[in-house]
């Protein structure tokens, strides 16, 4: 026998409503629905009333625009360059293992009688090919197995999920389904993973957003000094949006910093934060970074080598990261070993 309880109306168009409501507006907890069209329209929304508001309320500084446009030209460039940068990174690939298997299926077919072939340097291609052949599976076992030191422990090369070997470094994305090269994080934000194919492009997105937050609180803290009529509900909004922006630049300085020292020393997110439990660090000495040629060379291939998405990198043997774990003399130090 089942009881109907007085509240159980109540409860279930709670429950509507609830479901109603995170169906139309974007929830960064479910994967299903933050990268929808309404989490975009979010931030564009956030970003015209940060900036719009203050246009708004400032009387002289729309005096200021009209007497000297250029300051205000260079000032809408940047925002418009901190939403632009949001949308291409909502819609950038972060460099998947699967479109990596893709290029060396097609390398391997396209030379498959050259006995020149240089299996590291992949190039991009766009058209399907197929994985199912016996042929691009081992061709592919073969580059990955290239990858790491001889003698190295393969049992954690699979990815249960993809049913796939991954090549160092890369690591399945369960936001994404995919596995993912040089995995950094997954955004909820953006909706997407950062990965080796688009580190660089976040690296100047926060950098954009960052630029945004200073210019548009140095705004606020103007029109709070200027003479211009204020009512009460106007220095309610403006204290409220200045605690957003500030809030948005600790985050974004945060980010800036963390991100920047990530590129000097080629190493992403996961690699920083696990390092005790990513396989392929076990045994090195802490201060190393394995995939660090020294900074200059970081930097290019993090930022310099946007066609070369799919070019792996090999894992340095241990005799070479010994080498790099000894200490700076005065020697290293003149001749710049770290660059
Ligand atoms: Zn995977
Ligand atoms: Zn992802």
Same mark, same amino acid.
């Given at each position: 026998?089942t009881t109907v309880?007085?509240?159980?109306p109540?409860?279930e ?6 479901d109603?409501?995170?169906? $139309? ?9 933050r990268c929808?069209?309404y989490?975009?329209l979010?931030v564009?929304v ?5 900036v719009?508001?203050?246009?708004l309320f ?7 625009t009209?007497?000297?446009?250029w300051?205000?030209v260079i000032f809408?460039?940047?925002f418009?360059?901190a939403l ?7 819609c950038?690939?972060?460099g ?7 290029e060396?299926?097609?390398m391997?077919n ?7 072939l ?6 991009s ?5 197929n994985?199912?052949?016996t042929q691009?599976?081992?061709s592919w076992?073969k580059v990955?197995t ?5 003698g190295?422990?393969s049992?954690?090369w699979a990815c ?5 070997i ?7 994305c369960?936001d ?5 090269l040089?995995f950094d994080?997954?955004?909820a934000?953006?909706?997407t993973?950062?990965g080796k194919g ?7 997105y926060?950098?954009?957003?960052t630029?945004?937050?200073v ?9 709070t $000094? ?8 106007q220095y309610i909004?403006?204290?409220v949006l200045f605690?957003i922006l500030?809030?948005?630049l ?10 920047t ?5 080629n190493?992403t ?5 696990r390092r005790? $439990?990513?396989f392929y660090f $076990?045994?090195?000495?802490?201060k190393?970074?394995p995939?660090s ?6 930097i290019?291939?993090?930022?310099c080598?946007m066609?070369?998405?799919?070019k ?9 990261l010994?080498a790099?774990a000894?200490p ?7 001749s710049c070993r770290?660059c």
């Open positions: 026998m309880g007085c509240c159980s109540l409860t168009a709670r429950a509507t409503l609830a109603a409501f995170f169906r $139309r507006f974007p929830c960064l907890a479910n994967h299903d629905t929808s069209i989490l975009k979010v564009l956030l970003h015209i009333t940060l719009g508001v203050v246009f400032d009387a002289d500084l729309v005096q200021q009209k007497q000297h446009p300051c205000t809408v460039i940047v418009l360059a632009f940068q949001y949308f291409a990174m909502c950038s690939s972060p998947y293992v699967v479109d990596a298997m893709r060396v299926s097609k391997y396209s030379a498959a009688d050259s006995s020149t240089d299996r590291r340097q992949f190039v291609i766009t058209e399907d090919l994985f199912s052949s691009s599976i081992s076992q990955v290239d990858l790491y030191p001889p190295s422990a049992r954690h249960d999920h993809c049913k796939i991954r090549p160092p470094r890369a690591k399945h369960n994404c389904d995919k596995c993912v040089q994080h997954h955004c934000w953006l909706g993973c950062i688009n580190h660089c492009q976040f690296w100047w926060i950098l954009s957003e630029v945004l937050c210019w548009t609180m140095a705004l606020y803290l103007s029109y $000094r200027s003479h211009a009529s204020k009512e009460w509900w909004i403006i204290i605690v500030s809030m948005s600790i985050l974004f300085v945060a980010l800036l910093i963390f991100h020292y990530l590129v000097l020393t190493q997110t996961y690699e920083f934060t005790r $439990r990513v $076990r045994g090195i000495p802490a190393v970074h995939f040629r020294g900074i200059c060379e970081n290019f291939t993090t930022c080598s066609g070369a998405v799919y792996l990198e090999t894992m340095p043997s241990i005799e070479e010994e790099r000894t700076y003399t005065c020697v290293d130090i003149v770290c």
